[in-house]
């Protein structure tokens, strides 16, 4: 698989996870074709994996941020609109845009910009033109409804 094929593979699908297994397909295993066992850093095509999630988080049309269960999880931006218009319904900070970063000393940090700071304004124009019931239709996976008023 090439960057330009992992990054269609998440504009494809719309919504995927970074590694972990759940409701929407797993970019890891698709470039490793096949099921992982433990962490992919320990597959054969472990480098290849690497090299390629980094080419997906450094596109800017590609959210990375927590929403599914916590996980790294991939959005394209064809989606932002949906999830703008269903953003009540996420946890609190799932829709932030994490990025993570090694500092000169070697450390490991992770940066976020808070929902709804990094929505460019043509977003959540287009957000506030779609219904609820079309933003809900057209995201392959959100949270169970929180009950909260319509």
């Known amino acids: 698989m ?21 409701a929407v397909p797993n970019l890891a295993e698709a470039i490793a074709g096949e099921p992982i066992r433990g ?3 320990g597959h054969p095509r472990g480098r290849e994996i690497f090299r390629l999630l980094q ?10 941020c927590r929403l599914i269960d916590g996980k790294v999880t991939f959005v394209h931006r064809r989606l932002w609109a949906a999830l703008v ?22 450390k490991h940090v992770t940066r976020r910009t808070a929902f709804p700071e990094w929505v460019p304004p043509e ?11 079309e933003a809900e239709r057209l995201l392959p996976w959100k949270p169970k409804k929180s009950g909260r008023p319509r």
Request: some cysteine; charged content about 25%; hydrophobic content about 35%.
């Open 2 to 22: 090439t960057s330009r094929q992992a990054i269609a593979f998440v504009q494809q699908h719309g919504m995927v996870l970074q590694s972990a297994r759940g």
């Open 39 to 41: 962490s992919w850093w």
């Open 55 to 64: 080419s997906v988080v450094d596109c800017p049309d590609i959210l990375v």
């Open 85 to 106: 218009r269903c953003a009540p319904d996420f946890p609190k900070g799932a829709l932030d845009w994490t990025k993570e970063e090694h500092t000169p000393s070697g």
């Open 123 to 133: 977003v959540l124009k287009e957000s506030e033109q779609i219904g609820e019931r």
